[in-house]
């Protein structure tokens, strides 16, 4: 669950995946993937009223325009699809900057943001990008195919902690996952999956691998379904169809005859997750079965591993977390991991003050939106 205000220190002028209090005043507006926690306040009237009345523009890839153009068709024409790679000028009071939009790998449309003008900042958004692929990310080279020389990354720190060092590659999950689905249904008709993942959103390249491998959508509730089918990959892989289907996710109560009837069908559970997987749970494979419950390790963030490789990379002289999670202790260790990765040091006392401040301007859960940091995927 992103904890990002919105602000880059060194662009105060823009903000990028939270649209409320201070933020509304920003030049120009940026938004990294359509989840909830990265769309607070821009489906108020405050927000979209400035947009348009001020004359400004909210920038995004296409498949995130694609879905705002539906969500909200009042800021159709104040939106900017960015091309991947592609370097766009963006004009502020008394100066330009440029932004490339790199993609993110989190889900469908998520991009990292490279900005580039008085600093050079990446901003990661939500990602997951193999360790051996981000040498190959043609943003971070000039014209010259010299490495460009980043200040800061606000980095994607959900798993950020040496206990989550590694997560296999969500092919090899995706794999896993769908080896489980076909195994069980094959069985016979009356063998049913429940799909049981920890948030409600992050799931579209699961459902459109299921949904390509096995031949079958997955059914679920109203609520989810009218957000998934506005991700035009996703508008067959899910159904609010309960009997056209033997796969099933988030049903609600709605639907209990066939998806959690444990008399007239057999049902598996597949319990989707990563914060349950520490490395060493992983020495045993990347799945565990217990009776009829069977858990398995699938993330759409990076791991530990994969974000020391980034920041390896790109050598930046600060680092700041897009996501603390509310405890002290936890907190205080993703820091630590910041500043051993990092080829400078800053004074500890420097380090706890700016842990205070971030935990002081955290709000309460409901109000970033629908799920908690430890039920995300």
């Known amino acids: 669950m992103s904890t990002f205000r919105g602000k880059l220190a060194e662009i105060p002028e823009i903000s990028i995946d939270r649209f409320d209090e201070v933020n509304l005043d920003s030049q120009a507006f940026f938004l990294s993937h359509c989840h909830t926690d990265h769309m607070v306040g821009l489906d108020s009237s405050d927000f979209q009223q400035k947009l348009v009345e001020n004359g400004r523009f909210?920038?995004?890839?296409?498949?995130?325009?694609?879905?705002i153009k539906k969500q909200h068709p009042k800021i159709a024409d104040n939106l900017v699809e960015l091309d991947q790679y592609?370097?766009?000028?963006?004009?502020?009071?008394?100066?330009?900057?440029?932004?490339?939009p790199v993609p993110a790998g989190h889900c469908p449309g998520s991009v990292m943001f490279l900005f580039e003008g008085d600093k050079?900042?990446?901003?990661?958004?939500?990602?997951?990008?193999?360790?051996?692929?981000?040498?190959?990310?043609?943003a971070f080279y000039n014209c010259m195919n010299i490495q460009k020389n980043v200040d800061t990354v606000y980095l994607d720190t959900t798993f950020f902690l040496k206990k989550y060092s590694k997560f296999p590659p969500?092919?090899?999950s995706l794999e896993e996952i769908c080896?489980?689905?076909?195994?069980?249904?094959?069985?016979s008709d009356k063998h049913v999956i429940a799909l049981s993942t920890s948030a409600k959103y992050g799931y579209e390249y699961l459902f459109m691998e299921i949904f390509k491998k096995v031949k079958?959508?997955?059914?679920?509730?109203?609520?989810?379904?009218?957000?998934?089918?506005?991700v035009p990959e996703l508008d067959e892989a899910v159904t609010k169809t309960a009997d056209g289907t033997r796969i099933h996710n988030a049903c609600g109560s709605t639907y209990t005859v066939i998806c959690k009837n444990t008399v007239a069908y057999k049902i598996k559970t597949i319990r989707i997750s990563a914060f349950r997987w520490k490395t060493d749970d992983l020495q045993n494979g990347i799945s565990d079965c217990r009776q009829n419950n069977h858990f398995v390790c699938y993330s759409t963030h990076a791991s530990y591993e994969e974000g020391v490789a980034l920041l390896k990379f790109l050598k930046p002289k600060r680092v700041e977390p897009n996501v603390l999670h509310n405890n002290s202790k936890t907190d205080q260790e993703i820091y630590r991991n910041i500043?051993?990765?990092l080829e400078w040091t800053e004074p500890t006392a420097k380090k706890?003050?700016?842990f205070e401040t971030e935990k002081q301007q955290m709000e309460p859960t409901e109000a970033r939106g629908e799920c908690n940091i430890l039920d995300s995927p």
């Open 170 to 172: 969500r092919a090899e």
């Open 339 to 341: 500043e051993e990765n």
């Open 352 to 354: 706890l003050k700016l």
């Open 216 to 230: 079958m959508p997955i059914h679920v509730n109203d609520e989810i379904y009218q957000f998934y089918s506005r």
């Open 86 to 100: 592609s370097p766009t000028t963006v004009a502020l009071e008394g100066k330009y900057i440029s932004v490339i």
């Open 179 to 187: 080896n489980i689905i076909r195994d069980w249904l094959n069985r």
């Open 58 to 67: 909210l920038y995004l890839s296409h498949v995130s325009a694609e879905i």
């Open 120 to 138: 050079t900042v990446l901003y990661t958004g939500d990602y997951r990008i193999n360790s051996e692929d981000i040498p190959k990310l043609k």
